[in-house]
């Protein structure tokens, strides 16, 4: 069996972190015995191995260290201890536009990074037409590239990076830039590289793009390895890491599926479980307020994350002020535009909710199936009523969480109408 191109071994990186500027000019000059700073572990004994020929996706919260252990990979940093070996050459697209001089043209900067990754300018010159076309960025590329766009920044800098031929390719993040086209020409570059045997390490918020693309996934929590597996066993993980669940073990009840129900604390709500938008909308006259909500998955986990193509329940709690007849509850999702892409309601799935007196609470749970395309969408809650023939707002909760679809597969537009294909010979 062939030896690991990249091995990871027991790598730690800590930064001393002071509170003042003069501790640190008294620290560098070894003035006094006096522990002046505190440490922060980045990296902790982190050991991983990439085998030649794999796509090797690294997840985790922000903090979680993996930019941190690229760095490192890519000789950016230098680990406080451990072990690194790398065998192969090294592509790396590690932050936007990372080794350009904003003063040179597209065409200088090509010769720069190319020439610091080890090619000579007759080698640059053969893959010149490569680069140019993959980038697509026009005249522009004579232009200094400090008068580029994001995207066009990205663009250069991606084609740079996979056609120098690099037997490791190493990508943090950057695809978020480009546009939906261009993030399509670079994922069918990934799967030629794999084709070819070339070694990926891909760092991605995007679950879809981890799932899809991905042989092996790493979870970094904090600076430690939290679980190395198959995708979809470490997005299962990260998505109790989102949600602080992972020392929890119980699951919580949602329609009596399942025989164990998480222990809440006294007073507290499912949606502390959940990252709250800070600048959401809410209005009405509460007489019937939103208390609580939740998405539950069909395990039993509380989670932001839904998996394409699998149930799904969403809880909403109301707790009535007055005494009022029959209020209706109602979801919402939006794309990040606010374009309202799905949901429903109470009174359209024909659930009359009935009275409630004052102080009452209902809990009305959605138990759906996850159709929607891999992405992030917004929620919305709402309780109304009609009153006679006017249309009452007791609350509304507008963009109040996001929610993560993750999808192996994404069809034309925002739902997937799961096509089942024959094809036969006449």
Not at 239 to 268: C, N, P, Y
Request: aromatic share 10%; hydrophobic share 35%; glycine share 8%.
């Amino acid at each position: 069996m062939d030896a690991p191109v990249i091995e990871v071994s027991h790598i730690t990186k800590t930064y001393k972190l002071y509170a003042r500027n003069r501790d640190r000019l008294k620290d560098s000059f070894g003035i006094g015995k006096k522990k002046r700073y505190t440490e922060h572990h980045a990296l902790s004994d982190l050991s991983f191995t990439v085998d030649k020929g794999e796509c090797v996706g690294i997840i985790g919260t922000n903090g979680a260290g993996k930019s941190t252990i690229l760095k490192i990979i890519t000789g950016v940093l230098t680990p406080t201890s451990g072990e690194l070996k790398i065998d192969g050459r090294i592509s790396a697209l590690l932050e936007l536009g990372a080794g350009f001089n904003s003063e040179y043209s597209g065409i200088e900067n090509i010769y720069l990074n190319g020439t610091m990754m080890g090619f000579t300018r007759e080698e640059i010159d053969k893959r010149m037409d490569d680069i140019l076309a993959f980038a697509d960025i026009g005249e522009f590329v004579h232009q200094p590239v400090k008068t580029y766009s994001s995207g066009m920044f990205v663009r250069l800098a991606f084609a740079v990076a996979i056609n120098i031929d690099p037997e490791i390719l190493i990508v943090d993040e950057a695809l978020s830039v480009g546009d939906v086209f261009f993030q399509a020409k670079c994922f069918h570059k990934f799967e030629e590289f794999k084709k070819q045997g070339k070694t990926i390490l891909f760092v991605s918020h995007d679950l879809s793009s981890i799932q899809r693309y991905c042989d092996k996934v790493i979870l970094l929590n904090k600076g430690e390895k939290l679980g190395e597996g198959t995708p979809a066993e470490m997005i299962d993980l990260y998505k109790r890491a989102l949600v602080g669940q992972i020392d929890e073990l119980t699951q919580v009840r949602v329609d009596g599926s399942w025989s164990e129900e998480r222990k809440l604390e006294e007073g507290e709500r499912w949606k502390t479980n959940f990252e709250q938008n800070p600048n959401y909308q809410e209005y009405g006259d509460k007489k019937v307020e939103i208390i609580d909500y939740a998405f539950v998955d069909d395990t039993g986990k509380y989670t932001a994350t839904i998996i394409k193509n699998h149930t799904f329940f969403i809880k909403v709690k109301i707790h009535a002020w007055e005494a009022v007849e029959d209020p209706i509850v109602a979801y919402t999702f939006k794309d990040l535009k606010g374009l309202d892409i799905t949901g429903t309601n109470t009174l359209f799935e024909n659930m009359p909710i009935g009275p409630m007196e004052a102080g009452e609470e209902r809990v009305i749970t959605f138990r759906q199936e996850m159709n929607l395309q891999g992405m992030q969408y917004l929620m919305s809650f709402g309780c109304t009523r009609y009153e006679k023939d006017d249309f009452k707002v007791y609350h509304r909760l507008y963009d109040i969480m996001s929610i993560s679809v993750v999808s192996s597969k994404n069809t034309v537009g925002f739902y997937d109408m799961n096509s089942t294909i024959t094809i036969e010979k006449e």
